[in-house]
């Protein structure tokens, strides 16, 4: 049994920079409104910086303006936690979702901005029309514009967004990943291997995939012999304890509260959709409030309710294509997770896989990203699959590029590309997971090493041409090289490109330097018994 999993997608070439300790001008202090500047990594042409608005002033901001001078030579490559208009060199930045500052709390956005020559800090800093010094500008009563979209979600709700922008701590990111249900028949992958690869204690949270969408509903009928059917015995259990035959909930269910109760620390999200199951969502959309509650009775079942922290929705994709074409419209996914915020409540986690097509008027620029950021704790950015051998004459490209690279066969295809526009459409940076396939794509009749060859179609797979596992690849195809932050390989006529321990941590490097929440992966089948992937994904977050 299987499901197919391609997320056909896709401007900024990355920053490879080491980061450097952070120089801040000025400093604000307690007592009045600031606004401080702080400068990160540097790479030359280019720097990160990041403007930090901290309210001290005993009552909230409820809206903010920062305007400030770049020395000549320099100007704005892209920015992100608010929305900028630049004239000459003179730079206007507002916030977003991120306008009301309480008394005592700050919000930020950052910015990447190229120059030539010498750096200089920006200048002439201004918050609200005053200085920003701590104590230079005093609060507003009101906004002077909306900070949200007018549009409403079908059930109101209470934005959930933090108003900091602040990266998480170093090792409190996320570190996430996919649990095939399928896996039990010919992968013979089970919950017990989670435990027994060493990857339970590795993760923070587990994506259970998946349930279905049928008929504005979420359903968990298309397999139940694997969510709760399916007994174990002792050998086959987590905790070394058999299934009875006539127990209310075995199968994967049973076997990952046991998980659950060896790892407290742990969470499990059910994931409904995927690249088979999308199909469904835009019928959801136009009841939002009827689906967000047809989940809650799901995931809420006394049965098994104990086990869910929270949901996944991976719609593939709205108001766009993907097995099928959705015209649902560009405002129906908003609607669709602020329906299941308002339904859930802010102590859930409500979770989506989402497209990582950084082009121009791509999947990314169709639907309300941004908009619907403020219900979600995190978007599971789908970096890869960019490339593969449904494009049987090739060029061979990697499948999951972190940077750009000359000769791309779609601009926009590469993970910085799906940051950046993120990003720059409010999204906050800690809201975003970066994603890494436990697995590669391939093509055959390849007789070119480096990427950028022709071929003559997908290259042989254990389950379906094209696509290998990482637990395979290496052994049958090691990388003879690296490229655009990814690893490829040619081994006969056969060109693969996969992610190997090295090239994740050199991504992970790339989620900590973007103040990203963390990383994600699909799937756990793909690793190696020993869970080489996952434990260089974990040491590089950590």
Partial sequence: MSRKRWHLLGLFTAVGAIAVGLVTVPASAAGGVGAAFSKG????TGYEGKYTINNGSGSTLPSWTVEFDLPSGAK????????????????????TWNGNVGNGSSASFGFNVSYSGTYSAPANCRLNGGSCDAGGSTPTTTPTTPTQPTTTPTTPTTPTTPTT?????????????????????????????????GSASKLTHINYAFGNVKNGQCTANDDPYADYQKTYDAAGSVDGVA?????????????????????????V???????TYSGGFGQASQNAAAFAQSCYNLLKDPRWADIWDGIDIDWEYPNSCGLSCDTSGAAAYKNLMGALRAKFGSSFLITSAITADGSNGGKLDVADYGGAAQYVDWYNVMTYDYFGAWAAQGPTAP?????????????????DAAIQKLKSKGVPASKLLLGIGFYGRGWTGVTQDAPGGTATGPAPGTYEQGIEDYKVLKN??????TFAGTAYAKCGSNWWSYDTPATIGGKMSYAKQQGLGGAFFWELTGDTTGGELITAMKNGLS
């Fill in 41 to 44: 990594s540097d790479w030359g």
């Fill in 76 to 95: 704005i490559a892209s920015l992100w936690d608010g929305s900028y208009t630049a004239s000459g060199q003179h730079v206007t930045v507002k916030n």
């Fill in 165 to 197: 922008t602040t990266p998480p701590p170093p090792g409190g990111l996320k570190n996430v990943g996919y649990f095939v249900q399928w896996g039990v028949y010919g992968r013979n992958y089970h919950v017990k291997n989670i435990e027994t690869s």
């Fill in 243 to 267: 299934d009875t035959w006539d127990q209310p909930v075995a199968g994967n269910f049973n076997q990952l509260r046991k998980l659950k109760k060896l790892h407290p620390g742990l969470k």
């Fill in 269 to 275: 999200i059910w994931s409904f959709g995927g690249w």
């Fill in 399 to 415: 499948h999951s590029p972190l940077t750009n690279f000359n000769g791309i066969p779609t601009p926009g295809f590469y993970s």
């Fill in 476 to 481: 049958t195809c090691p990388s003879t090289g």
